[in-house]
């Protein structure tokens, strides 16, 4: 059986609130969603731009996501005053090779000057899931997280098994 992983124009309903906008992206059939979250309490902000959508290479069609965030602190009080880093951190899957593979990855941003940023190219993703905290600096634990949110979800169509 065959998986077939949908991604671009079929899938802008699977966004939930993201906000979409076609013509900035390098083909008329991607889907650029520009996408914000925060901590519970406000102090830390991620802000990212995705793009997602296929490619033809050779006889295979393969579908990706690029993510290009930016993590914010707005938390300017001295870690002696109870001061805290912003930190997010993300888990995704992908399809390789017959097999899904799973990811988590984080981000700390102490500076309240400059936003840390990264970018994450993900090749036959089916979601890309994320929260917003915040962390001491050098600390283990996140505190003040916002939910787990699912940034994106490809829809996945099963063909019918045919007898």
Same mark, same amino acid.
């Given at each position: 059986?065959k ?7 079929a899938?802008?309903? /699977?966004?939930?609130s993201?906000?979409?906008s076609a013509?900035?992206a390098? %083909?008329?059939?991607d /889907? /650029? ?9 406000n102090r830390?902000?991620?802000k ?5 959508g296929?490619r /033809?290479?050779?006889d295979t069609?393969?579908?990706?996501? %690029?993510v290009? #965030?930016?993590?914010y602190n707005r938390d300017?009080?001295?870690?002696s005053?109870? #001061?805290l880093?912003?930190y997010?951190e993300w888990?995704t899957?992908a399809?390789?090779? *017959?097999s899904?593979?799973? #990811? ?5 941003q ?5 936003p ?5 190219p ?6 890309f899931?994320l ?5 001491a600096?050098g ?5 003040h997280c *916002? %939910? ?9 169509y ?6």
């Amino acid at each position: 059986m065959k998986l077939l992983i949908v991604v671009g124009a079929a899938a802008a309903v /699977v966004f939930g609130s993201a906000t979409f906008s076609a013509a900035a992206a390098a %083909d008329p059939q991607d /889907v /650029v969603t520009t996408w914000k979250y925060k901590s519970d309490n406000n102090r830390a902000v991620f802000k990212a731009t995705s793009t997602s959508g296929s490619r /033809v290479s050779g006889d295979t069609t393969y579908t990706f996501l %690029d993510v290009e #965030g930016s993590l914010y602190n707005r938390d300017t009080r001295p870690a002696s005053r109870g #001061g805290l880093c912003a930190y997010v951190e993300w888990r995704t899957r992908a399809l390789y090779r *017959g097999s899904y593979v799973d #990811g988590a990855h984080n981000l700390t941003q102490c500076d309240t000057k400059s936003p840390a940023t990264f970018s994450s190219p993900i090749t036959n993703p089916t979601y890309f899931d994320l929260r917003v905290c915040q962390i001491a600096k050098g600390g283990t634990e996140p505190v003040h997280c *916002g %939910d787990w949110q699912r940034a994106f979800q490809a829809r996945i169509y099963r063909p019918l098994q045919t007898h």
